[in-house]
Nanobody
Framework: QVQLVESGGGLVQPGGSLRLSCAASGFIFSINAMDWYRQAPGKQRELVAT???????TYADSVRGRFTISRDNAKNTVYLQMNSLKSEDTAVYYC????????WGQGTQVTVSS
């Protein structure tokens, strides 16, 4: 079955960096667009970044220039490199793919705090 497993979250100081990973299985990873979403406490889940099967990328205005989404089709993994982190980046980050229906990972917590 389809599985998305995130890792790499944690506690980081403002200005720091983290790299999230999402290991995918159960579908043909290379032909699917992949997304990262995040949800902060009391807020709606929001789209952070998307990478198409061809490697084209789009970003939310709030993270453009600081975050980079990438993929390794040989490893069935999508990444989110997060630099210059701010307190407002604190959220649970989710990997997403639309495989007939929306598929979500379990999420990984990112906390930006001094």
């Amino acid at each position: 079955q389809v599985q998305l497993v995130e890792s790499g979250g944690g506690l980081v100081q403002p200005g720091g960096s983290l790299r999230l990973s999402c290991a995918a299985s159960g579908f043909i990873f290379s032909i699917n667009a992949m997304d990262w979403y995040r949800q902060a406490p009391g807020k709606q889940r929001e789209l952070v970044a998307t990478i198409t099967s061809y490697g084209s990328t789009t970003y939310a205005d709030s993270v453009r220039g600081r975050f980079t989404i990438s993929r390794d089709n040989a490893k069935n993994t999508v990444y989110l490199q997060m630099n210059s982190l701010k307190s407002e980046d604190t959220a649970v980050y989710y990997c997403h793919a639309k495989i007939s229906v929306d598929r979500w990972g379990q999420g990984t917590q990112v906390t930006v705090s001094s």
